[in-house]
């Protein structure tokens, strides 16, 4: 189907682990961003890229880590997960500009024990 | 940056029209200010965009004043479906290289719409 997947939607995983975020989109859209969401700071942006190989720093990168060799996949990893880390992140994608209309994927709930 | 703040929560009856205000003093003068929406479980999704005075669709309206430091988005004869959080992102033009961080969304509005 059409649109923007993310995997898993749910993780659980221990302190220390490298974890790996998967978001695929369908639209050969060229922008695609990494949120985390957490009660009382809302969507912060960690990462986004504006194109296969071109990647930039959001609003709280440090602990993760991006790459893009293809169009329509974003992979968003935590090399050593920490508890700070338990969040539901949310994968998007827009077609040409960062202020054009932003799809999202339904979420990653990740916890971190 | 273009910091955002928002009234965390807010009320409304069935049929009533709900306006929510965003602030934002440090907009520079090619950001868009967009409005989405989410629901518990669900990602956000697009309801409106504008850059200044008044743009309207289907679903809202959204009021921008001359000094572009606030925005007003206007949900008409709210039902219960309307429940969820609110967002404001102010956003540059596409900008690679110099824009780190300036996808700034509000931490976002809770809109309880009651019978």
């Known amino acids: 189907d059409a649109g923007i997947t993310q995997s898993p939607r749910y993780k659980i995983t221990e302190t220390g682990r490298q974890v790996t975020l998967m978001c695929h989109q369908t639209?050969?859209?060229?922008?695609m961003f990494w949120y985390r969401q957490d009660l009382g700071h809302g969507l912060r942006l960690i990462y986004y890229?504006?194109?296969?190989?071109?990647?930039d720093k959001g609003e709280v990168p440090d602990g993760y880590v991006v790459s893009r060799s293809k169009t329509e996949n974003f992979p968003l990893t935590l090399e050593s997960a920490t508890r700070s880390q338990t969040s539901v992140y949310f994968c998007?994608?827009?077609?040409?500009?960062?202020?054009?209309?932003?799809?999202f994927g339904p979420g990653t709930r990740l916890l971190v024990l | 940056l273009a910091k955002t703040t928002q009234p965390i929560s807010m009320d409304s009856y069935e049929g009533q029209e709900v306006n929510i205000t965003c602030s934002h003093n440090?907009?520079?003068?090619?950001?868009?200010i967009t409005w989405y929406q989410q629901f518990p479980s669900q990602g956000p999704r697009f309801i409106i965009q504008?850059?200044?005075t008044k743009v309207t669709n289907e679903v809202a309206s959204l009021f921008i004043p001359a000094d572009r430091k606030s925005s007003t988005l206007s949900l008409p004869r709210v039902s219960l479906s309307d429940t969820a959080v609110y967002y404001c992102?102010?956003?540059?033009?596409?900008?690679?290289?110099?824009?780190?961080?300036?996808?700034?969304f509000g931490k976002g509005t809770k809109l309880s719409v009651k019978p």
């Open positions: 998007a994608s827009s077609e040409n500009r960062l202020q054009e209309t932003q799809y």
């Open positions: 639209w050969s859209h060229s922008y």
């Open positions: 890229s504006a194109a296969a190989d071109i990647t």
């Open positions: 440090n907009i520079a003068t090619n950001d868009y």
């Open positions: 504008g850059y200044k």
């Open positions: 992102l102010v956003a540059p033009p596409a900008g690679y290289g110099g824009s780190q961080g300036n996808l700034i």
